[in-house]
């Protein structure tokens, strides 16, 4: 629907196409939630609003933090209220970000519209209504739905298990609605979520039960049965399960989800951590939903470290909105790839850039090659500051140019894995991406960092433009 005011057409908020998004304008703001849960500092969770305008002269810094009013939130993934699935409903405007606090369960509302570089908190939902019309708590993934309706993925019940997870329903005044999946189509896990409405499908990922993700990672939980293998496949608007694919060994912990962004396109991936591989789903002729993998990044073979085998760790990945490219993230090895999927069957690396990881130079870990010769990864300095932690939440801008990277997990495994990341705090970089061949360059004019914050070092997780971007926004 477009709306026809005076001699112009108003529609919603967000772009007609990927395509058309590509074209809009270039980011100037990011938005980034910043954790000191978990840390030893008892200070609430901020967003912090970051100047990503190189004409700024305040480029690279932080510019504003809004602080949450409780401690012990776990800020983590975002969304928004409105996005390109609502394009066609020229009411509806992109104006509140959707934070989920992942471990106290709350979801706060922020007003962005008022003064962009300093939002102001809205509204908070608080974990005990969450709970009391629902049952659901560790909210995680949001999307807002055509409907004007707002989409929570929650991993577990208020104990951490996780047969009490499911999907909350906020309404357009984000008071709680209800559960979106029909009673008894609960998936056994929950994390991430993607809906390809053309196809009347939604697609949902399964990380593991709290009870077990909140205390760090320990191998012995996934023999147990507490971290999940599987996608769930829903009928879409319905919440009907549909189908249930099981990963098998290769795809253990399956964690980010997309379709292509092409709305017409029946495929899409989702990036399975501990085993490393990029397993692309699909349609088949039946009508039924498939998977293979599309992707595997080989373990290496470590010294000095708690197993002789170190995978990389996918944690996040994202497709670029012409679904040219697709980039992903080793967390524990520390690269950031780039690969072409023009074929989606055969993606092809075309880009690689190391910005952090347990085996850099200098770090006591040493991978070792086929030929039994000690390696690690050479990674730069930026601005005097040596990279820490490994890359972890990625966001590509409109035209596919420039990739954004934090280096927070959640604050367990932080803690674990990067201590030093607890200690010192996050830092955010910027990437310049090569759209024609490919190819991935550290930008050094570009540096935030996090741990020089006034409450003390905090970690830095997803990021949100305010006017949108390749995680958020959905065609219908």
């Not at 049965?225 to 189908?243: A, N």
Request: proline share 7%.
């Amino acid at each position: 629907m477009v709306e026809e005011v005076g001699s112009c057409k108003r529609t919603g908020p967000g772009y007609g196409t990927p395509l058309e998004a590509m074209s809009g304008p270039k980011e100037a703001l990011i938005y980034v939630p910043c954790v000191y849960n978990g840390t030893g500092r008892e200070k609430p969770d901020f967003l912090a609003t970051v100047d990503v305008d190189p004409n700024s002269p305040t480029y690279s810094k932080v510019i504003h933090r809004l602080s949450m009013p409780y401690v012990g939130d776990e800020l983590h993934h975002s969304g928004w209220n409105a996005c390109s699935s609502c394009h066609g409903d020229p009411p509806a405007d992109r104006r509140f970000l959707i934070l989920p606090s992942l471990v106290s369960g709350r979801v706060y509302v922020i007003d962005t519209q008022k003064n962009p570089k300093a939002p102001s908190l809205h509204k908070v939902v608080q974990p005990e209504d969450i709970v009391k019309n629902t049952g659901l708590a560790y909210p995680h993934t949001s999307h807002c739905l055509a409907s004007g309706d707002i989409m929570i993925s929650c991993l577990g019940d208020k104990d951490g298990n996780a047969k009490g997870n499911g999907f909350l329903l906020l309404d357009s005044e984000f008071n709680v609605k209800g559960r979106w999946e029909k009673p008894g189509h609960s998936p056994m896990f929950g994390y991430d979520f993607w809906y390809q409405p053309r196809h009347k499908t939604m697609i949902s990922s399964s990380w593991g039960a709290p009870v077990a993700f909140t205390k760090g990672f320990d191998l012995q939980h996934v023999a147990d049965g507490l971290y999940g293998r599987h996608l769930h496949v829903y009928s879409w608007p319905d919440g009907e399960l549909k189908q249930t694919l099981d990963l098998g060994d290769t795809g253990l912990l399956p964690l980010e989800t997309r379709f292509l962004h092409d709305p017409s396109k029946d495929t899409g991936y989702v990036g399975c951590a501990l085993t490393s591989n990029m397993v692309r789903f699909f349609k088949t002729e039946d009508g039924s939903w498939s998977h293979e993998v599309a992707i595997s990044v080989k373990p290496l073979k470590v010294q000095n470290w708690i197993l002789p085998e170190m995978p990389g760790l996918i944690t996040d990945f994202l497709i670029s909105l012409d679904d040219r490219f697709l980039y992903f993230v080793n967390w524990l090895h520390g690269d950031v790839r780039q690969y072409n999927i023009e074929d989606p069957k055969n993606p092809v690396l075309v880009g690689q850039v190391w910005v952090g990881g347990m085996i850099q130079k200098g770090s006591p870990v040493v991978a070792m090659t086929e030929d039994g010769k000690a390696w690690q990864s050479d990674v730069p300095e930026i601005q005097g500051h040596r990279l820490r932690g490994g890359p972890q939440m990625i966001q590509l801008s409109l035209d596919g140019k420039r990739l954004y990277v934090t280096n927070s997990l959640f604050s367990a495994w932080d803690r674990q894995f990067y201590p030093e990341l607890v200690e010192k705090g996050s830092h955010m970089l910027q990437i310049d991406v090569n759209t024609d061949k490919g190819g991935l360059k550290t930008n050094p004019n570009f540096f935030v960092d996090f741990g020089a914050e006034p409450d003390g070092p905090s970690l830095a997780h997803e990021m949100r433009y305010p006017g949108g971007d390749c995680t958020s926004d959905i065609w219908t």
